[in-house]
């Protein structure tokens, strides 16, 4: 028998014994980051937002979904007794909540122990107005929907992209002007859920929080916007989009996407600019990484892009 012979029939019995590399295998997908998206109590339209927000983080394809609906305004103590948000089965909380009065007791020990253990937490537009009498609550949220003499006030330098810290009592609280499309300006340009992000895009018709209040510590600002006083503004670059540390885990607040009860359309939900920060948000709070993609459509520095969620091409 040749040697040609032999080494033919060495290779077709080696072969079968070798791992098999193939394409699909080497790109594994990662596993689906969990969501608990928290509602119930809003003086926005939170089943909108609800719908709207989840859609945005199922159709990107990096997320799974679940949502715990509180007990409404008139809910019994049983009602509340019974509602227990499953925390520790997910990895980030999606805050679409705002109600004056805390949750109870042990459902706020759950929430800060999920955070500290190194959860995520990410609030949207009105979620931060919520616990004015919660102090770690507001250390988390660092600026709130408060009077002038609940806490300090923060503004942000369009040169340096410095903090300007207004002192408690000192100007205007909390407000907003008229809903109105506005130039979103990204301050961290390195951050994983900046990074890549135009410095400028325009935000579709919103509301843009100005003057909030609260001790505004360990804050870093990812992003601001010109409150323009033509549209009842301050005159000040505003904090749009900002993270705390709790723990081991983070805490990030945007105060894009209002949606008012009987509101016709859905221009900050399905801004593809806001869906973008809410995807990335969620997904760097969970995992303290970002791949999600920059969706193709992504607003212009003039000009905005609205599209449904099912409808935005994350690339995938």
Known sequence: MSQRVLLIGLILLVLPLLPVFTQDTAQTPAAKVRV??????NNHDWKATTAATKATLEHCGRFVVTVS???????TAEQWAAWRPEFGKHQVVLCNYNAPNKWPEPVC???LAFIAAGGGCVNVHAANNAFRNWKTWNDLIGLGWRRPNFGDRITVNDKTGGLNR???GVGRGAGHGRRHEFLVTVREKDHPIMKGIPTWWMHAKDELYHGQRGPGENMTVLSSAWSDPKSGGTGAHEPITWVIPHGKGHVVTTVLGHHGRGQKGHDALHCVGFQTILARACEWAATGKVTTAIP???????????VKPGDVNWGT
Do not use: C, E, R, W
Request: no cysteine; charged share 35%.
């Open 36 to 41: 608990l998206i928290i509602d119930g109590q």
């Open 69 to 75: 609906t509180s007990p409404g305004k008139k809910a």
């Open 109 to 111: 020990k759950a929430f």
């Open 166 to 168: 207004i002192l408690k």
């Open 296 to 306: 193709k459509g992504f607003p212009k520095d003039k000009k905005t892009s609205i």
